[in-house]
């Protein structure tokens, strides 16, 4: 990860703009273009700012585009609302000026939310803002297996889906490792120099090539709910539904609560799980 938001802007820029075709713009592609995507020039044409503004934006120097024109850019290039918010948040972490080093505060999990997640009858887990589990209840933990006994660093759901391992338990983990890791960006776009960031992508980053590969494509998402499949040793497949909870008053972890439809074949094995485990 580039410890300079402006480099951050740039790469992201880029990205989505060799992404873009001529034609899904209305434009002709002519015969003998060289380039992927769109050139810098018919961008910024598009978004109604010059080629020179718009190629020190993608060189990763000192501009500071104001809000229509990152409005402007980010209709040029047909970005979801995700992406334009991802645009925003890179930009202002690229206005603002370098600061002192500052503390950081670890994430805590507070005690009402610990007693809330035993009474649970569903697996939950609380996640850190970076993807850290940070606590699970009884459930919880016997989706996550072997990883709850990992040191704290660790257990990151990231760390968990990129194992060799994690192909036999989950059926869609290429898909849920590009979720996660469009979690991750967005969530270091709002604070991209915080260590727990800057360490956890370079170590995921040595460690993996899928990651690595993953993250240069620059990918953001902002899912509060989605659907996972786990093949449990214990009682066989499992199709949950996951939605995340912000935990009142604190802006980092959040409780991730996983569930089954009423009547189907996964709440039968979660209750299963459940009975194995000793718990309600």
């Known amino acids: 990860m580039s410890d300079d938001p402006r480099r951050e802007l740039a790469d992201f820029l880029r990205t989505r703009r060799t992404r873009l075709r001529p034609q899904d713009v209305g434009l002709e592609p002519g015969p003998r273009r060289r380039v992927a995507g769109l050139r810098r020039e018919e961008l910024a044409l ?50 603002t000026p370098v600061r002192l080093s500052r503390s950081y505060e670890p994430e805590a999990v507070p005690d009402t939310t610990l007693r809330v997640m035993r009474g649970m009858t ?59 890791i469009g979690m991750l960006r967005t969530q270091i776009a709002a604070d991209p120099g915080h260590p727990r960031a800057v360490e956890l992508v370079g170590e995921l ?46 802006l980092g972890p959040a409780l991730m609560v996983c569930t089954a439809a009423e009547g189907s074949p996964d709440a039968a094995r979660l209750r299963m799980l459940a009975d194995l485990l000793g718990t309600p």
Request: proline share 6%.
């Open 205 to 250: 980053a040595l460690r993996s090539d899928e990651f690595a590969a993953l993250w240069a494509l620059h990918d953001v998402a902002e899912p509060t709910r989605g659907q996972i499949s786990l093949n449990h040793q214990q009682v066989g497949e499992l199709n949950l539904d996951w939605d995340v909870y912000p935990i009142p008053g604190n």
């Open 46 to 95: 598009l978004a109604g700012v010059s080629s020179d503004y718009y190629q020190r934006m993608e060189q990763g120097r000192d501009v500071r585009p104001s809000e229509q024109v990152l409005d402007a850019l980010a209709g040029a290039l047909n970005f979801s609302a995700e992406e334009t918010r991802h645009l925003h948040s890179l930009a202002a972490a690229a206005r």
């Open 122 to 180: 569903s697996p939950a887990l609380v996640v850190g803002r970076f993807l850290d589990v940070l606590a699970w209840n009884p459930l919880g933990g016997a989706l996550l297996g072997e990883f709850t006994r990992q040191p704290q660093r660790e257990r990151n759901l990231l760390a968990l889906f990129l194992r060799p391992e994690a192909d036999r338990t989950c059926p869609n983990r290429a898909a849920t490792i590009a979720e996660l």
